[in-house]
């Protein structure tokens, strides 16, 4: 190493050091609260801080007024190395937001009964308040049996065998024992009672938006999901793109395909197209059909890769190996409430 190289690091070194004794010099001066003009003052009353660092304080705006031209290259450093760490934690906070926004989300439910995965479409499954459970739509359709093997007549719960509600009263009965221990299904189909104004509750928007708040909470990524529908159009609250945003991150980081699709579409908005493949190749590895359309248009515009467009491909069709069962193409085939995939797909 030559001669100059070691003065230079030998230099950087020393201006580095003089830095950190400068501010640490600084904050001593702070903590001690002695008037930075070295006029004699101290204690209380000097409370008369630089205007720029915010670190430096003075008695009054007479020693502020000379104390400046010495000031300044240390008032100027000190900002520079605020403003970078400012900026550097920003950084990070992005980098750290992006990691848990893009993270895997957690595990589809399976069927309790067939031990499927549940399907993604809303028609795939059907609620059941007696037991709180959600089943597939393949065993809501097939026969129940007794414990000999014949198949029961009267409409009884494929789980737990409790017959049917005799009336809409009953249903809503039961749903309000479900509501009463925490159950989030229960929650979230109260809050669209009060959203609809149905089943014997008066719509109440802002009710309906409690109660989806308080199931979201409880882990129920679909309410946040609606969250931010109601602030991206103005259902119930004041329109807010941002508040919308967040409501569809933290569904979609629960495991909402319909949130991440939304999220993808506005990155798409933005001309982020990274970002935008990224959120619908989750999305379509949880059901999402309308995110596969969407990676087919941006092959189509030159904004994704064919690689991509196959990747989405074979996502889709192995969420379709593990939700499809002969059971439940039964059940399709004979009532289209039970369509558990898009058609066409």
């Not at 007479?62 to 010495?70: E, F, G, L, P, S």
């Not at 499927?116 to 007696?130: F, W």
């Not at 619908?280 to 949880?286: D, L």
């Not at 999402?288 to 515009?301: T, V, W």
Request: include cysteine; hydrophobic fraction near 30%.
């Amino acid at each position: 190493m030559s001669t100059s190289d070691s003065n230079c690091k030998d230099g950087a070194s020393k201006s580095k050091s003089d830095v950190n004794n400068m501010l640490q010099n600084m904050r001593i001066d702070a903590a001690v609260s002695v008037c930075a003009n070295y006029c004699g003052k101290e204690g209380d009353d000097i409370n008369n801080t630089c205007n720029k660092c915010k670190i430096v304080k003075y008695c009054n705006a007479t020693c502020k007024k000379k104390h400046r031209h010495k000031h300044k290259k240390q008032c100027e450093e000190h900002v520079r190395l605020a403003t970078e760490q400012h900026y550097a934690e920003l950084k990070r906070a992005a980098e750290l937001h992006d990691e848990e926004l893009f993270k895997p989300p957690p595990p589809a439910e399976d069927c309790p009964i067939c031990f499927l995965r549940l399907p993604s479409l809303g028609s795939g499954s059907q609620y059941y308040a007696c037991c709180g459970k959600l089943i597939c739509c393949g065993c809501v359709h097939a026969p129940v049996y007794d414990n000999q093997g014949n198949i029961v007549a009267e409409k009884k719960c494929p789980f737990c065998r409790t017959p049917y509600p005799n009336s809409e009263d009953e249903a809503v009965k039961r749903l309000k024992k479900r509501f009463e221990v925490d159950d989030p299904e229960a929650i979230y189909d109260i809050g669209c009672y009060y959203r609809d104004g149905t089943n014997g509750y008066a719509q109440d928007y802002t009710k309906a938006l409690e109660l989806f708040h308080r199931v979201g909470e409880l882990g129920y990524a679909r309410a946040y999901g609606y969250i931010g529908h109601s602030y991206a159009n103005g259902v119930g609250v004041e329109v807010d793109t941002k508040k919308a945003n967040h409501y569809w991150e933290l569904a979609a980081i629960g495991g909402d395909s319909m949130a991440r699709c939304k999220l993808g579409i506005m990155e798409v908005l933005a001309d982020n197209f990274d970002r935008a493949i990224k959120h619908c190749m989750i999305a379509i590895r949880c059901g999402s059909s309308e995110s596969l359309e969407a990676i087919k248009r941006l092959h189509s515009d030159g904004c994704a890769t064919k690689e991509d467009y196959a990747t989405a491909l074979l996502s889709y069709q192995a969420y379709l190996s593990e939700i499809k069962s002969p059971q439940r193409d039964i059940a399709a085939q004979l009532d289209e409430r039970y369509r558990y995939y898009e058609l066409g797909e």
